[in-house]
T-cell receptor
Framework: DQQVKQNSPSLSVQEGRISILNCDYT??????FLWYKKYPAEGPTFLIS?????DKNEDGRFTVFLNKSAKHLSLHIVPSQPGDSAVYFC??????????????FGKGTLLTVNP | DTEVTQTPKHLVMGMTNKKSLKCEQH?????MYWYKQKAKKPPELMFV???????INESVPSRFSPECPNSSLLNLHLHALQPEDSALYLC???????????FGSGTRLTVV
């Protein structure tokens, strides 16, 4: 049973436009959510996170929105740049750190930003 | 130092070989993890070490044997692997701080 779902395997946008990547979760115990970016042959790189006590977190061009009632979060990238082309993983956890802390990942969305 | 370093980057091994993957971090993180990632799939948790003790084993076959010699090092010993074990093996570490979860670049393992 997949507890974190990214239903769009791929997304293509024009440079300068907004990229919106979506993620849904089913486990209501999850209270911390993260987005990771991954280039081929590299490990995932942390981008941005949000706690369930918030509905928005912003860091530069990246904003994550959380809708707890819908169990849905999204990552907005504005403006999109060709260097943003990568696989984006949504991850969720119970708590935000400490012993036995583990992340549950979605399958990822391949973002392609065209010049 | 804000990195998790994994060696080797690539490894090809036969089904009768014994090899080890190594992971090192100097961020003072007391939790360390092994993940396995197959192509077009998300990373899947294998093991969690907390304060150098194994705290989670996600029903991983015994041909994978983790070891945490000290708070900075994590090894994954491999023996009698199958071709389907070919994957990217990722190490990660974390502290109590939110967002501290850091991944290494991984070891690309091919079993022939």
């Amino acid at each position: 049973d997949q507890q974190v779902k990214q239903n769009s395997p791929s997304l293509s946008v024009q440079e300068g436009r907004i990229s919106i990547l979506n993620c849904d979760y089913t486990n209501s115990m999850f209270d911390y959510f993260l987005w990771y970016k991954k280039y081929p042959a590299e490990g995932p790189t942390f981008l941005i996170s949000i706690s369930s006590i918030k509905d928005k977190n912003e860091d530069g061009r990246f904003t994550v929105f959380l809708n707890k009632s819908a169990k849905h979060l999204s990552l907005h990238i504005v403006p999109s740049q060709p260097g943003d082309s990568a696989v984006y993983f949504c991850a969720a956890s119970v708590g935000s750190g400490g012993s036995n802390y583990k992340l549950t990942f979605g399958k990822g969305t391949l973002l392609t930003v065209n010049p | 130092d804000t990195e998790v370093t994994q060696t080797p980057k690539h490894l090809v091994m036969g089904m009768t070989n014994k090899k080890s993957l190594k992971c090192e971090q100097h961020m003072g993180h007391r939790a360390m993890y092994w993940y396995k990632q197959k192509a077009k799939k998300p990373p899947e948790l294998m093991f969690v070490y907390s304060y150098e003790k194994l705290s989670i084993n996600e029903s991983v076959p015994s041909r994978f044997s983790p070891e945490c010699p000290n708070s900075s090092l994590l090894n994954l010993h491999l023996h009698a692997l199958q071709p389907e074990d070919s994957a990217l093996y990722l190490c990660a570490s974390s502290s109590m701080a939110p967002g501290s979860y850091t991944f290494g670049s991984g070891t690309r393992l091919t079993v022939v």
